[in-house]
């Protein structure tokens, strides 16, 4: 009994293997004009994007105001913190270069003691 539907499947199998579906001429109507429309739209001039000013070039390189923001963010807290320098970076510098480091500005006490006479 088992060889007989066994055989019966196989027989379903090879009937679907020998059907060669073919698609419906509205289906293929609709992919002629979706391609007609595609290449319609290829062959349009593409216009060129204006240069305008160097400077919008370059903000657009770095990518764009976002990535400016963080730029000028990142560059404001390294000038600060060169300014202003905590307690535990100025112990990190003398431990790396043995000793105190200072730079003198030539400035006093007074910073307005540079605009005297």
Same mark, same amino acid.
């Given at each position: #009994?088992? #060889?007989?539907?066994?055989?019966?499947?196989?027989?379903?199998?090879?009937?679907?293997?020998?059907?060669?579906?073919?698609?419906?001429?509205?289906? #293929?109507?609709? !992919?002629?004009?979706?391609?007609?429309?595609?290449?319609?739209?290829?062959?349009?001039?593409?216009?060129?994007?204006? %240069?305008?000013?160097? /400077?919008?070039? /370059?903000?657009?390189?770095?990518?764009?105001?976002?990535?400016?923001? $963080? +730029?000028?963010?990142?560059?404001? %807290?390294?000038? /600060? !913190?060169?300014?202003?320098?905590?307690?535990?970076?100025?112990? !990190? %510098? %003398?431990?790396? /270069?043995?000793?105190?480091?200072?730079?003198? +500005?030539?400035?006093?006490?007074?910073?307005?003691?540079?605009?005297? $006479?």
């Amino acid at each position: #009994m088992a #060889m007989t539907e066994r055989d019966d499947l196989e027989n379903l199998f090879s009937e679907a293997r020998a059907l060669r579906p073919e698609p419906g001429d509205d289906l #293929m109507a609709r !992919i002629l004009a979706d391609a007609e429309a595609v290449a319609a739209e290829r062959e349009r001039p593409v216009r060129p994007v204006s %240069a305008g000013p160097g /400077w919008r070039n /370059w903000l657009r390189t770095l990518g764009g105001w976002p990535a400016v923001g $963080g +730029l000028v963010a990142s560059t404001v %807290a390294g000038l /600060w !913190i060169g300014v202003a320098q905590p307690a535990a970076l100025s112990d !990190i %510098a %003398a431990s790396v /270069w043995g000793e105190q480091v200072s730079v003198n +500005l030539g400035v006093d006490v007074d910073p307005l003691s540079l605009l005297e $006479g």
